[in-house]
Structure formats: structure tokens, C-alpha cells
């Protein structure tokens, strides 16, 4: 298992000396990646991305979209090489200069959050027009492939398992979610599904110099309500104690109606149960996800904050 730092290393450099006959003057890993182990490389002529997993599902996820999406004229990485080591799945890529959006934001001004946002916005109406039958259903998240209400009770019963297995939060967090969706059922009924980049919240979306640079880390497309990411950074947003303008901008470009406005609060409520589920969570190298009992408090918070918000809108 690739569970060691210096050992991933060590087979990111074998890789790159063995498959792809490059030999770098710097390698250095990036700190984010839960299900890839990225790095910087950088040679005499030119600067890369090297990402190693031993997910064959999240290899072959990301080969197909960024080639699929290549078609499209959207900042995403190319494709140099891909292939397999022993029992690794590489992915050489080109670089894209910016920081994660988190990272960045409380530098960036109001019209630079606008602009960043009304670009994302025309990129999810240019890969809206990915038939469905291109997505597949993914085991290691929950994106609501299927906008119903019977999906959305089915991810709120996996968040229940998780936070029952991990005992950090009180698994009754999930009945008023559950209760909360069943009044957004004709919502749900009349949302026309369609295909959306679902993990572009405060990661994976470059910014450099206040601008949109790129989006990377694509491995699965989402099928279903494109506000459901607009929920998650929201969460994302309110986590890091930031303000959420970046949010009425988005809801702006979408041109957000007043139910869809009510439906971001519930989608964020659904995104917060989800973290909550994370914490203490046990990783497949069986290590535990350390819980922050400073996050516990902040996500305590949040989450009755968003359900107030839903009670008053109710009424």
C-alpha cells in the first residue's frame, strides 16, 4: 500500500527515470490529493505534474474526462503520458500555474470573485451538453447522479452509517436533513438533470494573479443538479469563516430563482452532515482522519445555523 511519504516518492521517481526517461531537477509533492499522490516536476526545459494512484477507478476516470473534455475550450491540464507501474496508476500532465481557490480567497477582490465565477459558470454550460450515458456512478462519493427524492434519502443514509461508525457527531444530525428533504421533493421532481464539473468548490480551482487559471483533479463528472456544488462551496466558504459573496455571484450568473435560492441551503445542510461524516473516519491504510475538535464546533455551528435558516423559510 502506498501509505508511506518517502516511499510514494521513491516510486514517483522510479517512474519517472524508468517508464517516462525523464530526469527531473525537482520533485516535490503537494500537499493536497486524497486519492492521488501529486507532484511537481521540473526539468532543464519544462515544468510538469506527475499524479501516481493505486485506484485503477480514479486512473481510468481521470485519462477519460480529460480527454473528454479536451474538446471543450476550458483551462484544464493535457494529458503527456499515462500508463501503469507495477501496481501504480501514473498520469503525466502538463502544469498549471495557480494556487487552490481556499488558499487564495481572502485576497481576491469583489470583482475578481464576480469574474472567477462567471467563467466557471460558462464552463458548466459548455459540459452540460455531456450526454448521461457518460457517467458512471461513483463508490467514493456521493454526487446526486439521480435528483430524486429516493437518491438524496440514500446519501443521507450512508452519511447516518459513517457517523455512527466514526462517533464523533450525534448520528441524529441526519433526521431533521432527511425530514428538510421531504419538503423539497417537487423541487427535486422538476430539476432537469444535466452534467456538471461536481468538484470545484475551494479546491482544484487555479487562481493566479486574481484570475481563473485552470481546473484540475478530474475524475468523475457529476449527473444531476448543478447547485449541489454550489452547496458544497458554500460549505467550503463557510468552514474557512470567509464571506460568501463568491456564493450571490454564482447564484447571480445562474440567474437562481427563489426555491432554487432555498434549495443552496439545504444542498449546503446536506454538504455539511457529509463532513461531519468524514471526521474520525478510517482510511484504507488504516490510519483514523484526525478530528479537529475546533471543526466539530465550527461544523456544530454551521449546521444549525442552516437548519434555522430552512425552519425560517419554511414558514
Request: proline share 3%.
Amino acid at each position: 500500500m502506498l501509505n508511506d511519504w518517502d516511499t510514494k516518492k521513491e516510486i514517483a521517481l522510479k517512474i519517472l527515470k524508468d517508464e517516462l526517461n525523464i530526469t527531473p531537477v525537482e520533485v516535490t509533492r503537494f500537499t493536497t490529493g486524497m486519492c492521488h499522490s501529486v507532484y511537481y516536476v521540473k526539468t532543464e526545459t519544462e515544468e510538469c505534474v506527475l499524479r501516481v494512484t493505486e485506484s485503477k477507478w480514479h486512473y481510468d476516470g481521470s485519462v477519460k474526462w480529460l480527454n473528454e473534455l479536451a474538446r471543450f475550450d476550458i483551462p484544464i491540464p493535457k494529458i503527456l503520458r499515462h500508463g501503469q507501474y507495477k501496481d501504480v496508476y501514473y498520469t503525466l500532465i502538463t502544469y498549471i500555474n495557480g494556487k487552490d481557490l481556499g488558499d487564495v480567497y481572502h485576497t481576491l477582490t469583489d470583482s475578481q470573485k464576480r469574474d472567477i465565477v462567471k467563467e466557471l459558470v460558462e464552463i458548466q454550460k459548455k459540459v452540460s451538453v455531456i450526454p448521461p450515458d457518460k457517467i458512471e456512478n461513483s463508490d467514493y462519493y456521493f454526487p446526486l447522479s439521480a435528483v430524486c427524492i429516493e437518491r438524496i434519502k440514500d446519501v443521507i443514509q450512508r452519511v447516518r452509517e459513517s457517523i455512527m461508525e466514526n462517533k464523533v457527531f450525534d448520528p441524529g444530525v441526519c433526521d431533521a436533513v432527511a425530514s428538510a428533504a421531504d419538503t423539497f421533493e417537487n423541487y427535486f421532481a422538476n430539476v432537469k438533470p444535466t452534467t456538471y464539473l461536481d468538484d470545484i468548490s475551494n479546491k482544484n480551482v487555479l487562481i493566479h494573479n486574481g484570475r481563473l487559471a485552470g481546473i484540475v483533479d478530474i475524475d468523475e463528472m457529476g449527473y444531476g443538479d448543478p447547485l449541489e456544488i454550489v452547496g458544497l462551496t458554500n460549505l467550503a466558504l463557510l468552514l474557512m469563516e470567509a464571506d460568501t459573496k463568491y456564493i450571490d455571484y454564482w447564484l447571480d450568473e445562474m440567474q437562481a430563482n427563489d426555491i432554487q435560492k432555498k434549495a443552496l441551503t439545504f444542498y449546503t445542510l446536506l454538504s455539511c452532515i457529509g463532513v461531519m461524516g468524514e471526521q474520525g473516519a478510517k482510511c484504507s491504510n488504516d490510519t483514523v482522519v484526525p478530528v479537529n475538535q475546533n471543526e466539530v464546533e465550527l461544523l456544530n455551528s454551521i449546521y444549525n445555523k442552516l437548519l434555522a435558516m430552512l425552519y425560517s423559510c419554511a414558514k
